[in-house]
């Protein structure tokens, strides 16, 4: 399995912009995460998914963030419109019930000018 | 809330000694507990997990210790290596609920000196 898979890997844009990061989890994995890691908070979790259902969306920051999974192999993180205050590398994670442990992508550095 | 805390925040060491890395937890009740490993500019990678039940976890030349009690787990690395160097981060998953939410500590920036 190639693992998960995360587009673009690197995204410079300016504020105001839309900004789409997309997500491809590994394959039978039926829970999907989207974190966000800064170098002042950390890793935090923003949405995860069980079975293509948002289960707990409490750590997305503002209504400018939004979450989709419209099947079992494609997810999406947007950002609209985008602020300075975003850029920050946005992980993206998936298990399967049946192992602990949720498997990463490599992320997606945004910059937002 | 629970909040994970990894003291220091970076270590730098000679090749060959035996690491201690440090993770606490102010909220006993907890599912399991990770370290996971992260390489510059690359995703996390799972090293040990321990379930809330289990006092230890080994693999290879890594050994996790949990103590829930206290709040504290410990990741012990033996004879360190170059390639170990990477950032190390801990995280909890809490009990109940059912959530599958991770709380992650800000990580420890291991540099082993050759």
């Known amino acids: 399995d190639a693992g998960v898979i995360q587009s673009p890997r690197h995204e410079v844009t300016e504020m105001g912009q839309e900004v789409t990061l997309r997500c491809k989890p590994i394959s039978g994995h039926d829970y999907l995460f989207w974190y966000r890691q800064t170098m002042m908070r950390g890793l935090e979790l923003l949405i995860y998914?069980?079975?293509?259902?948002?289960?707990?969306d409490s750590g997305m920051p503002e209504d400018r963030f939004s979450a989709k999974m419209p099947n079992a192999s494609f997810s999406t993180l947007k950002i609209q419109p985008s602020e300075p205050r975003d850029s920050a590398v946005y992980f993206c994670a998936s298990k399967t019930v049946l192992l602990g442990t949720q498997y990463f992508g490599p992320g997606t550095r945004l910059l937002v000018l | 809330k629970q909040e994970v805390t990894q003291i220091p925040a970076a270590l730098s060491v000679p090749e060959g000694e035996n690491l201690v890395l440090n993770c606490s937890f102010t909220?006993?009740?907890?599912?399991?507990l990770q370290w996971f490993r992260q390489d510059p500019g690359k995703g996390l990678t799972s090293l040990l997990l321990i379930q809330s039940s289990q006092r230890e976890q080994t693999s290879g030349r890594l050994n996790a210790s949990l103590d829930k009690s206290s709040g504290r787990s410990t990741l012990y690395i033996a004879a360190s290596q170059p390639g170990d160097s990477a950032t190390y981060l801990c995280?909890?998953?809490?009990?109940?609920?059912?959530?599958?939410?991770?709380?992650f500590g800000k990580g420890m920036k291991l540099t082993v000196n050759p």
């Open positions: 909220d006993s009740a907890i599912y399991n």
């Open positions: 998914f069980n079975n293509n259902v948002p289960i707990d």
């Open positions: 995280a909890v998953m809490d009990l109940g609920g059912g959530s599958e939410k991770l709380v």
